[in-house]
């Protein structure tokens, strides 16, 4: 089942901070977090193992709250860099291993 | 990271030909995943490409329209058959080292069928 994404879009200014949400109704085992920008393939950005595990990468972070079955990603002091689709996958528990995608977050920073 | 070699780029098909993608990883990889996007939409995968035996198809997909061979741990094709115009998609190979890992994506195949 489709992990559910909030917000659709975001309009930022560059400097500002966003959040985006990304939340699933089954038990997950980690959490992709994906970049595309328009006519590019989607680019990784971090991965959330079950273990409620934050990670930083510059100024993009993330979280993972597996009892909450959601995961959150941070963007900080946003660059015009930043604008694009964000996407996250989720897997779940046992032997599965395939990622589902949520609907895609649009974010779009302006100067 | 698996650097990710998809075959072709893009490409224009007639309507009721079928198109062969490539996808060759420079490493071996444990997971091999093919996905579908259309414009504008979210990632959906279509199977999991298993080396060695029969790919494993997402509800909605079907072996004889989308038949994949998985001949060992760095290479994969998919096969886009008997096409329609409701066919024109990206379609993207992706791959994983094991769960663990970052999955990562091919740039993709930009498919127009007329």
């Known amino acids: 089942q489709q992990p559910v994404q909030s917000p659709q879009a975001v309009i930022l200014r560059e400097g500002e901070d966003a959040v985006i949400n990304c939340s699933s109704s089954?038990?997950?085992?980690?959490v992709h977090w994906y970049r595309q920008k328009h006519g590019e393939a989607p680019v990784f950005l971090m991965i959330?193992?079950?273990?409620?595990e934050q990670k930083g990468h510059e100024k993009i972070s993330a979280s993972f709250n597996e009892k909450k079955q959601q995961s959150s990603l941070y963007l900080t002091a946003s660059q015009l860099s930043y604008s694009g689709t964000y996407f996250c996958?989720?897997?779940?528990?046992?032997?599965?291993?395939?990622?589902?995608f949520g609907s895609g977050t649009q974010l779009t920073v302006l100067p | 990271s698996a650097v990710i070699s998809q075959k072709p780029s893009r490409d224009i098909c007639q309507r009721g030909t079928s198109l062969t993608i490539q996808c060759q990883v420079d490493?071996?990889?444990?997971?091999m995943f093919w996905y579908r996007q259309q414009p504008g939409q979210s990632l959906t995968l279509i199977a999991t490409a298993n080396q060695g035996s029969e790919a494993t198809y997402e509800s909605g997909f079907v072996i004889d329209k989308f038949p994949i061979s998985r001949p060992n741990l760095t290479f994969s094709t998919l096969t886009v058959s008997n096409m329609s115009p409701e066919d024109s998609s990206i379609y993207l190979c992706?791959?994983?080292?094991?769960?663990?890992?970052?999955?990562?994506f091919g740039d993709g195949t930009r498919l127009s069928i007329l």
């Open positions: 996958g989720t897997a779940p528990g046992g032997s599965a291993r395939q990622l589902t």
């Open positions: 490493s071996q990889v444990t997971m």
């Open positions: 089954k038990a997950l085992y980690s």
């Open positions: 959330l193992l079950k273990g409620g």
């Open positions: 992706s791959v994983r080292a094991d769960p663990n890992q970052p999955q990562h």
